[in-house]
């Protein structure tokens, strides 16, 4: 079960970077659209649609890879401080009582939505339309890789329930650790705070100087 949980946790994890070069497409393409408006003085009317577009892909598939990490907004004031029994409890039940509902309902309506823009070969309202059922198959898309992360998040807080203790998950970008950073670099906080008190020192006789 921990190699299939991990498995899922990378799927999401590796669409989520996949996507994220999105951001580098959409600097290059707002760059130079401001350059082809103000300095060629030759705007194009389909810029910002294809712009609306690529950061609704953007902010959909980071939905799965932030799930995957843990990264949602949690109010854990209080939760932090519970059992990891007790957690998984939580986690469960809002899992079960709101996720499950409200993503089944993403995108059971974004295939329809995405069915009936597909049909019509529906396009953007511009003099150079761009074909918009594409960019509306990433609803249902995006739905289901939430759906597949929850199933995976819902079995660890079984899991979790069970053990006693969470399963591990697949871990990407973590916050800089500076007790480690410390170590890589040998410095000691002896060190930090002779540094400290010679740049005080320093700015005191400069100011004397003055």
Known sequence: MQVLLLRVDRLSTWIGQAFAWLIVALTLMITWEVFSRYVLNDPHDWALNAQIMMYGTLFMMAGAYTLAKGGHVRGDVLYGFFRPRTQATIDLVLYVVFFLPGIVALTWAGWSYFQDSLAI??????????????????????????????????????????????????????????????????????????????????????GAAR
């Open 121 to 206: 070969r529906e396009k953007t309202f511009s003099a150079t339309p761009l074909p918009l059922y594409p960019f509306k198959f990433i609803i249902p898309f995006a739905g289901a890789l939430l759906l597949l992360q929850g199933a995976a998040e819902i079995a660890r807080c079984v899991i979790c329930l069970r053990d006693g203790d969470w399963p591990s998950r697949e871990h990407d970008v973590e916050e800089v650790d500076v007790d480690k950073l410390k170590e890589m670099v040998h410095v000691k906080d002896e060190d930090i705070a002779a540094l400290d008190r010679f740049v005080v020192e320093h700015e005191h006789k400069s």
